[in-house]
């Protein structure tokens, strides 16, 4: 156990829907990342929180976007949804998002736009 | 544009012998490198990481190799055992913590 969760574990929607993914770091941890990956691919980072601010971007849709809140959860939002986006999508946080952070990671929320 | 490639899906290998996992970039700029390995259903838990001033960084039954003139580096398992079997993710950053990941290898030790 990472000791980061993710809610829901898994969703089932229709295209041209909204959904929000949900991702508690571990305590004490101020910086979360988002990643996407689809079937047969790496892993694709799409954005890193520090503290409540953006700090980097990815490769994130503009349909999607992103929040940290003061009690350093994060929130992954994902609008008119296509087939495409159907994937698993993981949360990490790390102390201070530096360098040499290591990342530790939810168990992710499986994604299926249908 | 994959700027880190791991070339072989998958790997099999027997209990007891080593296990070499390889990862290839193109970004000279990469200043640091990490595998990370995955269970199903689980999140990707770090293995082992080492950093561009070095060529070499070992953990227990795990060492990294780094080539930087070729741009390559791999992760030795020695010796392997039957619950190392997962896909195993390279990755690179520079600077902030970008990670950049290959698109993973399965590695099956068999008894």
């Known amino acids: 156990d990472s000791g980061v969760t993710q809610t829901p574990k898994h969703l089932i929607t229709a295209t041209g829907q909204r959904v929000t993914l949900r991702c508690s770091p571990r305590?004490?941890?101020?910086?979360v990342y988002w990643y996407q990956q689809s079937l047969d691919q790496g892993l694709q980072f799409l954005i890193q929180?520090?503290?409540?601010?953006?700090?980097a971007k990815g490769n994130i849709l503009e349909r999607f976007s992103a929040q940290q809140f003061p009690d350093l959860h994060s929130e992954l939002n994902l609008s008119s949804l296509e087939l495409g986006d159907s994937a698993l999508y993981f949360c990490a946080s790390s102390a201070s998002g530096t360098a040499t952070d290591t990342q530790y990671f939810g168990p992710g929320t499986r994604l299926t736009v249908l | 544009d994959q700027q880190v490639k791991q070339n072989s899906p998958s790997l099999s290998v027997q209990e007891g012998r080593i296990s070499i996992l390889n990862c290839d970039y193109t970004?000279?700029?990469?200043?640091?490198f990490l595998w990370y390995k995955k269970y199903p259903a689980e999140g990707p838990t770090f293995l082992i990481s080492i950093s561009s001033i070095k060529d070499k960084n070992e953990d227990g039954r795990f060492t990294v190799f780094l080539n930087k003139s070729a741009k390559h580096l791999s992760l030795h398992i020695v010796p392997s055992q039957p619950g190392d079997s997962a896909v195993y993710f390279c990755?690179?950053?520079?600077?902030?913590?970008?990670?950049?990941f290959g698109t993973g290898t399965r590695l099956l030790v068999s008894p």
């Open positions: 929180y520090y503290n409540g601010e953006e700090r």
């Open positions: 970004n000279s700029m990469f200043d640091y």
């Open positions: 305590s004490g941890d101020l910086s």
């Open positions: 990755a690179a950053s520079k600077g902030f913590q970008k990670l950049v």
